[in-house]
């Protein structure tokens, strides 16, 4: 996890569609709640079970201008778009 935020490691988790890889992986699930340490607020945060325990979900998703690329994109494209949004949030 970046600088900026409240814990410096947790699980992810992803939701790999059943037509994976013809289909995107879509958001992205933290263990440990994430949140600023600036105290300002991260958008569209909601919070969802898996697997009977509690995660964060983050609803980010590809645009237009950066679509799922059937037989180029996968799971280590999507972390690495993970990792943009987590850096991101500081941008704004």
């Known amino acids: 996890v970046p600088l900026g935020y409240n814990c410096e490691k947790t699980d992810l988790a992803l939701l790999i569609p059943a037509n994976y890889s013809d289909s995107q992986i879509d958001m992205v699930y933290f263990k440990t709640p994430l949140a600023r340490l600036d105290g300002l607020a991260i958008n569209n945060l909601s919070h969802e079970s898996i697997a009977g325990e509690a995660w964060q979900r983050w609803s980010r998703h590809r645009t237009s201008l950066n679509p799922w690329r059937v037989g180029v994109d996968d799971v280590a ?4 778009l993970v990792d943009e949004w987590l850096r991101r949030e500081f941008l704004k």
């Open 77 to 80: 494209s999507h972390l690495s």
